[in-house]
């Protein structure tokens, strides 16, 4: 079956330290990769994706690379901020049949000043 | 623009109480819809789905079930809480046969405590 795995948190970093959660994945097919982001009391949001093998995505400083032949979409951020708290969660579609978004359990980020 | 609202927002029950979580929709058509569960410790379990009006499709068999009565709105329940019921429950959308599959739009959350 489809399933995600992230590395375990708390992530604990110190404000402008360089940010890398790891996050693998197994699927049969090619899956759309996904990273979403929840803030403290809040729902989740869409931080960045990629559609295909290779593809790179990004948005407020964080980047991910869909690398197939590790099966991997590790995120990544040059120099975290404290703003940067939160938990955030790997995802896959199956780009079968109906697209259901598989999440990983999730790894939280805390950054102190 | 689309916007999601879920309520209430916090809620705490006691065992064997009954449950009713409203998600609502607003700008948008047929929309499919989603239940997610995210419990303490753990990550975002798929619990219910919904293509259409009254299409209900159910990911985990358990006490809860859901409905959609109207188009833009998803109704979760509960006829008697356990206390494994306890955690933060998400409403989501996103469009029919969109072109962004898999990104949803969640709604803010309703966290139940069920003591």
């Known amino acids: 079956g489809n399933s995600v795995t992230q590395m375990e948190g708390p992530v604990t970093l110190s404000e402008e330290a360089f940010l890398t959660i790891n996050c693998t994945y197994t699927a049969t097919g090619y899956p759309s990769l996904f990273w979403y982001v929840q803030y403290p009391g809040e729902g989740l949001q869409l931080l960045l994706k990629a559609t295909k093998a290779d593809d790179k995505g990004s948005n407020k400083g964080f980047e991910a690379t869909y690398r197939k032949e590790t099966t991997s979409f590790h995120l990544e951020k040059g120099s975290v901020q404290v703003s940067d708290s939160a938990v955030y969660f790997c995802?896959?579609?199956?780009?079968?049949?109906?697209?259901?978004?598989?999440f990983g359990t999730g790894t939280r980020l805390l950054v102190s000043p | 623009s689309q916007t999601i609202h879920q309520w209430p927002a916090t809620l705490v029950q006691p065992v064997g109480s009954p449950l009713s979580l409203e998600c609502t929709v607003e700008?948008?058509?047929?929309?499919?819809l989603y239940w997610y569960r995210q419990a303490a410790g753990r990550g975002l379990q798929l619990l219910f789905y919904?293509?259409?009006?009254?299409?209900i499709s159910s990911e985990v068999p358990q006490n809860l079930s859901a409905s959609r009565p109207q188009d833009r709105q998803f109704i979760l329940s509960s006829k008697k809480l356990l206390l494994s019921d306890s955690g933060f429950y998400l409403c989501?959308?996103?469009?029919?046969?969109?072109?962004?599959?898999?990104?949803?739009?969640f709604g803010e959350g309703s966290r139940l405590t069920v003591l």
């Open positions: 989501a959308w996103n469009p029919t046969g969109g072109s962004d599959a898999g990104e949803l739009f």
């Open positions: 995802a896959l579609t199956p780009n079968t049949g109906f697209q259901k978004l598989v």
């Open positions: 700008g948008t058509s047929n929309p499919n």
């Open positions: 919904s293509v259409g009006i009254g299409q």
